[in-house]
């Protein structure tokens, strides 16, 4: 006799998806141009990142991907 296998408990995620949904129907109400300036605040934001990954793709440096 097999035993069944044991099913997987995943964690409970719906406070997760019920935020998001909420934060869906927030962006939604916003003007458009309250939309490009997110995106330009977070382009500002991740600009020493970008760079710092140029820096290292001049300097032949490897990707990160890869390492995991």
């Known amino acids: 006799m097999n035993p069944k296998p044991a099913e997987k408990a995943y964690p409970d995620i719906s406070d997760i998806l019920a935020r998001k949904a909420q934060g869906k129907r927030e962006a939604s109400k916003r003007t458009f141009a309250e939309k490009i300036a ?8 991740l600009a020493p990142l970008k760079a710092a990954r140029e820096a290292r793709k001049r300097a032949g440096g490897k990707s990160l991907a890869g390492r995991f």
Not at 38 to 45: I, R
């Open 38 to 45: 997110m995106v330009e605040a977070l382009n500002e934001k």
